[in-house]
């Protein structure tokens, strides 16, 4: 094994001692006790902490505005604490400073309004959407994080001559660079075009990036097992077997244990069993049961649960004493809940082999279940991938051949669901 292969498998295995640690804390305990208990775990990570107790009190900051205001923050607890060596060393010397900043990240509709605001188009919740961006510009400093609403439109502007991608941009980029102007701009769309270059040029930037397309191949793994966790829940799966049927899927279609997307997975079989552990977004028709229209809206639902990854990443640009905690801004109430349902406890970052773990608050009750109801040749092989930090690259032909696979399957089960609907009517008449 090569010595930057070993530095990356020391430091994931690291990570994960300390991501067991939090997740297998008493409720009670103080972060410095977690810590203590197994100290060499942490070394070479930065940890933020969402604490039930103390901290910094960011989360009252974002909760005090109007009750109107689409934003839910990513993190559960009172208050924020951070860890690093650094930090540590730093407040021994009693100099330590922490700073938090709170990117808000931008659903597709709500960037879509930003156009429609400066072209002076009418559209919905205009009112509710001046009083967040006034809510934004006073508590976020105008930190809009853009890139995720324009992922969603890469594919579409990369295939064809598309226009209004690159407008919804330029007014992001206008907001963000001038907001007193672009107030004033209000139906003056002369105004955006000037804003149109610097678009233009970003997104030339990120069609030349691999990043933003092995962003969108993550998009895709997560759509591959909300598919298939559909089919399960809908052909009457118990979550042991449909739980089962699921990880075994994803590790034989792309040879790693995509734990993150898993975790939505788990709480879709779950939540088709037991209204009380539902999330609403699972409660729609098109997803309750398989019919025309269906594909559609788990291609969309796959985007709102991809933000959780992105915003996983998106921690990870923030270096030293600063921590990134965001924040999203969307009109989607489905994606409000489905946040504050899934809320996180923390995320640890490794910026020297750039490794990240976000850990949800009921991450324990996940971990348990998977040891619960997996067989242990599941287990062994899970346990294999993740020993030895196995690569986890998609391959594009195996994830697109995996998608066709599942929409074919969906198409037979709506198929047949419609002959039943079609003969119960013939019979009643």
Same mark, same amino acid.
């Given at each position: 094994m090569s010595a930057n292969a070993a530095s990356r498998l020391d430091a994931a295995n690291r990570l994960r001692r300390a991501k067991a640690a939090i997740i297998g804390r008493?409720?009670?305990?103080?972060?410095?006790?977690?810590?203590?208990? *197994?100290?060499?775990?942490?070394?070479?990570?930065?940890?933020?902490?969402? &604490?039930?107790?103390?901290?910094?009190?960011?989360?009252?900051?974002?909760?005090?505005?109007?009750?109107?205001?689409?934003?839910?923050?990513?993190?559960?607890?009172?208050?924020?604490?951070?860890? &690093?060596?650094?930090?540590?060393?730093?407040?021994?010397?009693?100099?330590?400073?922490?700073?938090?900043?709170?990117?808000?990240?931008?659903?597709?509709?709500?960037?879509? *309004?930003?156009? &429609?605001?400066?072209?002076?188009?009418?559209?919905?919740?205009?009112?509710?959407?001046?009083?967040?961006?006034?809510?934004?510009?006073?508590?976020?400093?105008?930190?809009?994080?853009?890139?995720?609403?324009?992922?969603?439109?890469?594919?579409?502007?990369?295939?064809?001559?598309?226009?209004?991608?690159?407008?919804?941009?330029?007014?992001?980029?206008?907001?963000?660079?001038?907001?007193?102007?672009?107030?004033?701009?209000?139906?003056?769309?002369?105004?955006?075009?000037?804003?149109?270059?610097?678009?233009?040029?970003?997104?030339?930037?990120?069609?030349?990036?691999?990043?933003?397309?092995?962003?969108?191949?993550?998009?895709?793994?997560?759509?591959?097992?909300?598919?298939?966790?559909?089919?399960?829940?809908?052909?009457?799966?118990?979550?042991?077997?449909?739980?089962?049927?699921?990880?075994?899927?994803?590790?034989?279609?792309?040879?790693?244990?995509?734990?993150?997307?898993?975790?939505?997975?788990?709480?879709?079989?779950?939540?088709?069993?037991?209204?009380?552990?539902?999330?609403s977004i699972f409660s729609e028709p098109k997803l309750r049961h398989p019919r025309e229209g269906t594909i559609k809206r788990v291609r969309a639902l796959a985007w709102d649960l991809f933000i959780f990854r992105w915003c996983e990443t998106l921690t990870t640009e923030y270096k030293g004493n600063t921590f990134g905690v965001p924040v999203v801004t969307s009109f989607d109430q489905g994606l409000l809940e489905a946040i504050q349902l899934c809320p996180l406890r923390a995320v640890l970052i490794h910026d020297d082999e750039r490794l990240v773990e976000a850990i949800f608050d009921d991450d324990l009750e996940f971990q348990q279940a998977l040891n619960d109801l997996l067989p242990q040749s599941t287990k062994e092989r899970i346990a294999e991938q993740t020993r030895y930090c196995r690569n986890t690259d998609v391959s594009r032909h195996a994830l697109s051949s995996f998608i066709l696979q599942l929409e074919k399957e969906v198409g037979t089960l709506v198929a047949a669901r419609e002959r039943d609907s079609s003969n119960r009517s013939r019979r009643n008449r």
């Open positions: 008493d409720r009670q305990a103080s972060l410095a006790a977690i810590i203590a208990g *197994d100290r060499a775990a942490f070394s070479g990570c930065r940890l933020l902490f969402a &604490s039930d107790h103390d901290g910094i009190a960011l989360q009252e900051m974002f909760s005090a505005g109007p009750a109107a205001i689409p934003l839910a923050n990513m993190f559960c607890g009172r208050g924020f604490l951070a860890f &690093s060596d650094q930090i540590e060393e730093e407040m021994l010397q009693e100099r330590c400073q922490v700073r938090l900043l709170t990117p808000v990240v931008l659903d597709n509709n709500f960037m879509s *309004d930003l156009r &429609s605001y400066v072209t002076g188009e009418d559209f919905q919740r205009r009112e509710q959407f001046e009083d967040t961006l006034d809510f934004i510009e006073e508590r976020a400093g105008r930190s809009l994080d853009y890139r995720f609403a324009s992922l969603e439109n890469l594919r579409q502007v990369s295939d064809g001559n598309i226009p209004w991608p690159y407008r919804e941009l330029a007014a992001a980029l206008f907001f963000t660079e001038a907001p007193a102007s672009f107030r004033a701009a209000r139906g003056k769309p002369a105004e955006l075009d000037k804003f149109l270059p610097l678009a233009e040029q970003q997104w030339q930037t990120w069609f030349k990036s691999p990043g933003p397309w092995d962003k969108l191949i993550r998009r895709d793994v997560v759509y591959c097992i909300l598919l298939r966790t559909l089919i399960e829940c809908w052909t009457g799966s118990t979550l042991e077997v449909g739980l089962s049927r699921l990880v075994t899927a994803t590790l034989d279609s792309f040879g790693f244990f995509p734990l993150k997307e898993l975790y939505f997975g788990w709480k879709a079989l779950r939540g088709f069993l037991s209204k009380d552990n539902r999330l």
